[in-house]
C-alpha cells in the first residue's frame, strides 16, 4: 500500500494563480481531510470529507474549495492564490476496519504539499 | 473537543525512556487521548489513543490518569529517529465517521546521544 500520496511535493505561485492539490488514498478508508500548517504552527484544518459525496467545512476554509471525485481522490483548490496561503498542505484520511470490523478513526497523513504563493 | 496543555519541549537521552506529559483538565467522559508525532516537516503519524485504561502498542505506552485530567507518552527506549513534535489531542470517539483533529504546538522532544 502507498498509503496517502500527495501531488505535487512543492509549487510556487505568483499572486492571483490558480492550482489543484491532489491527494489520493488507497486504505478504502472513508473519511478525508486537508490541513495545513503554518511555519511553527500545528496543523489547522481546512476542509474534510466524511464520506464519498460529502465536504464540509474546517476551521480555516476561506480561500479554497475541495472536491471529493471518489473514494479515493480529494482534491483542494485554490482559486486565487494570496501570500497568506503559502504554507505546507496536508491531506490524511481515516476509517481504518479494525479485526472487530468497526471503523477506527485514527488519521494517516501524506508527505505534505509545500506552496509558496509570491 | 476538550484542550490540552504540553510543555514546548523536552530532552531525553538516547535508550532511555522518553516521558511526554500533557494535561487535560477539562475532558469529558467520551473524550478520547490521542497522541501523533511529526519528524521533521513530515506528515503526522498516529501513535497511540486511550479512553481510561492503559494502552501500548509497538510504538509507546500510554498512562492516563485515574481521574483522566493528565495522561503520560512513553517511548520506553529513544532512539535517535523519535526526535520529533509529539500532540496530545483530545476527542469524542475512536470509531465512527469523521474525526476532526484540533493540534496545538506540542512538545519538542530532542532525543541525544
Known amino acids: 500500500n502507498a498509503g496517502v500520496t500527495q501531488t505535487p511535493k512543492f509549487q510556487v505561485l505568483k499572486t492571483g494563480q490558480s492550482m489543484t492539490l491532489q491527494c489520493a488514498q488507497d486504505?478504502?478508508?472513508?473519511?478525508m481531510y486537508w490541513y495545513r500548517q503554518d511555519p511553527g504552527m500545528g496543523l489547522r484544518l481546512i476542509y474534510y470529507?466524511?464520506?464519498?459525496?460529502?465536504?464540509d467545512k474546517g476551521e480555516v476554509p476561506n480561500g479554497y474549495n475541495v472536491s471529493r471525485l471518489n473514494k479515493r481522490e480529494f482534491s483542494l483548490r485554490l482559486e486565487s492564490a494570496a501570500p497568506s496561503q503559502t504554507s505546507v498542505y496536508f491531506c490524511?484520511?481515516?476509517?481504518?476496519?479494525?479485526?472487530?470490523?468497526?471503523?477506527?478513526?485514527?488519521?494517516?497523513f501524506g508527505p505534505g504539499t509545500r506552496l509558496t504563493v509570491l | 473537543d476538550a484542550k490540552t496543555t504540553q510543555p514546548p519541549s523536552m530532552d531525553c537521552a538516547e535508550g532511555r525512556a522518553a516521558n511526554l506529559p500533557c494535561n487535560h483538565s477539562t475532558i469529558s467522559g467520551n473524550e478520547y487521548v490521542y497522541w501523533y508525532r511529526q519528524i521533521h516537516s513530515q506528515g503526522p503519524q498516529y501513535i497511540i489513543h486511550?479512553?481510561?485504561n492503559n494502552e501500548t502498542n509497538e510504538m509507546a505506552s500510554l498512562i492516563i490518569t485515574e481521574d483522566r485530567k493528565s495522561s503520560t507518552l512513553i517511548l520506553p527506549h529513544a532512539t535517535l529517529r523519535d526526535t520529533a513534535v509529539y500532540y496530545c489531542i483530545v476527542r469524542v470517539g475512536s470509531t465512527g465517521t469523521a474525526s476532526k483533529l484540533t493540534f496545538g504546538t506540542g512538545t519538542r522532544l530532542q532525543v541525544t546521544l
Open positions: 486511550g479512553l481510561k
Open positions: 490524511a484520511s481515516s476509517g481504518r476496519t479494525g479485526g472487530d470490523g468497526r471503523r477506527y478513526n485514527e488519521q494517516f
Open positions: 486504505m478504502n478508508h472513508n473519511s
Open positions: 470529507s466524511a464520506s464519498e459525496g460529502t465536504t
